[in-house]
């Protein structure tokens, strides 16, 4: 559904994104994470054919952006940072009109519009003024109109930034729901938010897509897997010397005392030979190991542990 090769943009002399590549598959749910400035803007931008590339290709549905922007906006669904809208209308006349925008007639607008109204749940609001409506509901009907067309491929720039919590789980409800029809990419600088609503994650720093694939893909990042806890009871003295010693373990940090064990952060170089050696010693000298196993990293910690390496 959507296919981007080496996108570069350059704003003057800003690199603004650096030979980003990825595909998004039919209802497939694609979040765009990083940080402020990374480039998440301007990849929505080119994807939306806002703008045009420096060098690069992206096709949606296979209507490449730059020499057929026309089909590719037909099958696109929008909702940039700040919603397009026009505060003086009504909801009902404003979603109306974007519908006719995007050539929908009689019968069918109907049905669009009451389609929409059900999916982003506007139908208590259908006939406020946009002005007068919370941040919550005025993202509501920037959603509702980037689906009026039916779209296959929604674009979200930052789709809950600025609402509250509760707000913020409708929205993410809303997404989720959508993705059953239809593929959608969306940014966030949050990763709470990424890796709740997203089956893929795109990792962005500095115009560059740094690390891609599932949270528990990116939890398995080799640099982390060969950290692991052990905790074992007898003297604490004992097992660090012990611990320390072996020539597979780089890192030894002493966590906690809990029920006689003492347990132990290590970080190895293989945790194979690790862990045979430590189940060596344990028989030799009778100990008794209560936890020995590796540690699966938080996001925090993936995501601190790209940045850093990106650096
Ligand atoms: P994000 O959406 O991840 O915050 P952006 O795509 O908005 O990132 O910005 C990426 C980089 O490009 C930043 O360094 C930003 O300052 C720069 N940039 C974005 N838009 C423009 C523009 N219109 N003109 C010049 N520089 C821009």
Redesign the pocket.
């Known amino acids: 559904m959507i296919e981007a090769k080496n996108l570069t943009m350059y ?2 002399p ?1 690199l ?1 994104l650096d030979r980003v590549s990825f595909n998004a598959q039919e209802k497939e749910i694609v979040g765009l994470l ?1 940080p ?7 990849l929505m931008r080119i994807l939306t054919t806002f703008i045009y590339p420096t060098k690069g290709t992206a096709k949606i549905c296979g209507y490449d952006v730059t020499t057929d922007p026309l089909s590719a906006r037909k099958v696109i669904g929008y909702l940039p940072e700040n919603p397009p809208l026009y505060e003086d209308m009504r909801v009902d006349e404003f979603i109306d009109f974007v519908g006719r925008s995007r050539g929908l007639k009689s019968q069918l607008l109907k049905q669009r519009k009451e389609w929409v109204v059900e999916a982003t749940k506007i139908s208590g609001i259908w006939k406020h003024v946009i002005s007068e409506l919370s941040l919550g509901f005025k993202q509501r009907v920037g959603l509702a109109q980037a689906l009026i067309h039916d779209p296959k491929v929604v674009i979200l720039d930052e789709p809950t930034s600025g609402l509250d919590p509760i707000q913020i789980i409708g929205i993410r409800k809303l997404i989720k729901d959508l993705a059953r029809e239809k593929t959608i990419i969306f ?1 966030t600088h949050i990763l709470q938010e990424a890796s709740a609503i997203s089956d893929r994650l795109l990792i962005i720093d500095r115009g560059r897509i740094i690390a891609h694939g599932t949270t528990s893909e990116l939890r398995r990042d080799k640099e982390g897997s060969n950290s692991f806890i052990v905790a074992i009871q007898a003297p604490k003295n004992e097992v660090e010397a012990v611990l320390r010693g072996l020539s597979s373990v780089k890192n030894v940090n002493f966590l906690e005392e809990v029920s006689g064990c003492q347990r132990f952060l290590c970080t190895a170089i293989d945790y194979g030979d690790a862990a045979r050696s430590i189940n060596g010693i344990i028989k030799e000298r009778g100990w008794f190991v209560r936890e020995l196993a590796l540690r699966e990293l938080s996001l925090e910690e993936v995501f601190l542990g790209l940045f850093k390496k990106a650096e």
Do not use: E, I, L
């Open positions: 704003y003057g800003t603004a990083g402020n400035g990374a480039g998440k803007s301007t940014s």
